[in-house]
């Protein structure tokens, strides 16, 4: 089991539903990322929090809004979506966000998102 | 521009049979390169973080060396649930982006 959790799991999601995406973490970590990974490929970073504020936002399109309501919690909101927007969306978090110090990120398991 | 290599795409190995797993990477200044270990339908978990040419660090039968343009992922005496992908990942000085490579799938054959 991971320290990061999301939720749900799995979620299927026509082109004009609104949905959410969950992330929760305890360790106290003060940075919290949102990827995108397709099939057989790496993780693509979307968006990174530091502190509780937006500090990268990957050109994502505004179909994906993302939301930090505390240190511990990360949303990523989702409405109007495309067929090729299917993937498995990760969170992760990292003790420190903009920092001289690296920290390794810890994942979660992901969402496994469909759109039909 | 910053960019991360990984070879072999795919590795099959026999149970027991050593092997290494190659990440090169180009970066204006290194902060960090991380190994990860990603299982089918899984988060990647974090396996090691390296910082500094010449560092080297250990897990059972894993171990990751450092050079200043590549890193190592050695694997001794493989077992089956060893098979995975290996993703490796940089992170460059003053930016808060992790770049992945494109991982090494490994498989170890019983």
């Known amino acids: 089991d991971t320290e990061v959790t999301q939720t749900p799991k799995h979620l299927v999601m026509g082109m004009t539903n609104k949905k959410s995406l969950k992330c929760e973490q305890h360790?106290?970590?003060?940075?919290m990322y949102w990827y995108k990974q397709k099939a057989k490929k790496p993780p693509e970073l979307m968006f990174v929090?530091?502190?509780?504020?937006?500090?990268i936002n990957e050109s994502v399109p505004s179909r994906f809004s993302p939301e930090c309501p505390n240190s511990s919690l990360l949303n990523l909101h989702l409405h109007a979506l495309q067929p090729e927007d299917s993937a498995l969306y990760l969170c992760?978090?990292?003790?420190?966000?903009?920092?001289?110090?690296?920290?390794?990120?810890?994942f979660g398991n992901g969402t496994r998102l469909t759109v039909t | 521009e910053d960019q991360v290599t990984q070879s072999p795409e795919a590795l099959r190995l026999q149970e027991g049979e050593s092997s290494s797993l190659n990440c090169s990477y180009t970066?204006?200044?290194?902060?960090?390169l991380f190994w990860y270990r990603q299982d089918p339908g899984k988060g990647p978990e974090f396996l090691f973080t390296?910082?500094?040419a010449g560092e080297e660090k250990e897990k059972e039968r894993l171990k990751a060396t450092l050079t200043k343009k590549e890193s190592f992922l050695h694997i001794t005496a493989p077992k089956p649930e060893d098979s995975a992908t290996y993703l490796c990942?940089?992170?460059?000085?003053?930016?808060?982006?992790?770049?992945f490579g494109k991982g090494t799938r490994l498989h170890i054959l019983p």
């Open positions: 992760a978090s990292s003790q420190e966000g903009l920092t001289p110090y690296n920290s390794p990120l810890h």
């Open positions: 360790m106290g970590h003060r940075a």
């Open positions: 929090y530091s502190y509780e504020k937006l500090s």
């Open positions: 970066v204006s200044g290194l902060r960090g």
């Open positions: 390296l910082y500094s």
């Open positions: 990942a940089v992170q460059a000085a003053g930016d808060d982006k992790i770049i």
